[in-house]
């Protein structure tokens, strides 16, 4: 009979055998084997061929390249339709977004939650961002923005041009963190972050703020064994291969980059 992880407000760890050493199991022989990888609760719509919208929940690996591609956007982001404003939670697969590719249809929108105190490989991920009104510039954002610990914005630099030799690049958002304009949060509840997918890598202004869509990065990059693969891609059921993304609409940098060729 399957067993169901044990969970906890979003996180998982699934059951184990008592271990020799602190954090690995054992094995038969008494030698210490690899640690169980913390684990994460995942929720995904999605719209199929048939025009039909389908959810499933997943339990897998609380790791980067699992995380990014959910946690982008915080609760209240407001996004435009062709139905007209909408906040990012409540839009649904089969929904007209407006991105800087035109309207497109929302194939995909995922959800994860930001946990207070649980035990995050990546302390960051138990935080999310706020960019005050007006923060980046008149209406940039309008009103405050909360963003998830994995959101990429579009910045514009004269170092992105040295750098790729285009005019914008995908930033990190929390690398803009001042604790002025731009302030660190740490949730004292449990809140949900979000992600919306589409057929082509695209931005959506959230509130006067270009922030990035669904893309787990170049299948080149991921790095991930077979054994794990097959989990990331079963949660993409609108792609039939990680392929399938396309190229990235502007290049991801860091911040550090930008500000060192600016400095030389």
């Given at each position: 009979?399957?067993?169901?992880?044990?969970?906890?407000?979003?996180?998982?760890?699934?059951?184990?055998?008592?271990p020799t050493h602190m954090g690995r199991d054992a094995s038969p022989s008494g030698q210490p084997l690899r640690a169980r990888p913390l684990m994460r609760r995942y929720e995904v719509a999605h719209l199929t061929p048939a025009q039909?919208?389908?959810?499933?929940?997943?339990?897998?690996?609380?790791?980067?390249?699992?995380?990014?591609?959910?946690?982008?956007?915080?609760?209240?982001?407001?996004?435009?339709?062709?139905?007209?404003?909408?906040?990012?939670?409540?839009?649904?697969?089969?929904?007209?977004?407006?991105?800087?590719?035109?309207?497109?249809?929302?194939?995909?929108?995922?959800?994860?939650?930001?946990?207070?105190?649980?035990?995050?490989?990546?302390?960051?991920?138990?935080?999310?961002?706020?960019?005050?009104?007006?923060?980046?510039?008149?209406?940039?954002?309008?009103?405050?923005?909360?963003?998830?610990?994995?959101?990429?914005?579009?910045?514009?630099?004269?170092?992105?041009?040295?750098?790729?030799?285009?005019?914008?690049?995908?930033?990190?958002?929390?690398?803009?963190?001042?604790?002025?304009?731009?302030?660190?949060?740490?949730?004292?509840?449990?809140?949900?972050?979000?992600?919306?997918?589409?057929?082509?890598?695209?931005?959506?202004?959230?509130?006067?703020?270009?922030?990035?869509?669904?893309?787990?990065?170049?299948?080149?990059?991921?790095?991930?064994?077979?054994?794990?693969?097959?989990?990331?891609?079963?949660?993409?059921?609108?792609?039939?291969?990680?392929?399938?993304?396309?190229?990235?609409?502007?290049?991801?940098?860091?911040?550090?980059?930008?500000?060192?060729?600016?400095?030389?």
């Amino acid at each position: 009979m399957n067993q169901t992880p044990n969970t906890t407000a979003g996180l998982a760890v699934a059951p184990y055998t008592p271990p020799t050493h602190m954090g690995r199991d054992a094995s038969p022989s008494g030698q210490p084997l690899r640690a169980r990888p913390l684990m994460r609760r995942y929720e995904v719509a999605h719209l199929t061929p048939a025009q039909n919208i389908e959810d499933f929940t997943k339990i897998a690996p609380a790791m980067p390249v699992f995380e990014n591609a959910f946690a982008a956007f915080g609760r209240g982001a407001i996004l435009r339709t062709k139905s007209g404003m909408m906040a990012v939670e409540d839009l649904l697969p089969g929904d007209k977004v407006l991105t800087d590719h035109g309207y497109q249809t929302l194939l995909w929108h995922g959800t994860m939650s930001i946990v207070p105190g649980a035990r995050n490989p990546r302390p960051e991920i138990g935080t999310m961002t706020r960019i005050t009104a007006d923060a980046l510039g008149l209406g940039r954002p309008a009103p405050d923005l909360v963003l998830g610990p994995a959101a990429r914005m579009l910045h514009r630099s004269p170092a992105t041009r040295l750098l790729t030799g285009t005019d914008t690049a995908l930033v990190p958002v929390r690398d803009f963190i001042d604790g002025n304009q731009l302030i660190e949060l740490r949730p004292i509840a449990p809140v949900h972050c979000y992600q919306l997918g589409f057929a082509e890598h695209a931005c959506v202004n959230v509130n006067g703020i270009d922030v990035e869509t669904l893309h787990p990065g170049p299948a080149h990059a991921i790095g991930l064994g077979p054994d794990l693969l097959p989990h990331l891609t079963a949660m993409f059921p609108h792609m039939r291969q990680l392929a399938d993304f396309g190229p990235l609409t502007a290049p991801r940098l860091r911040k550090a980059d930008l500000d060192l060729v600016m400095a030389a």
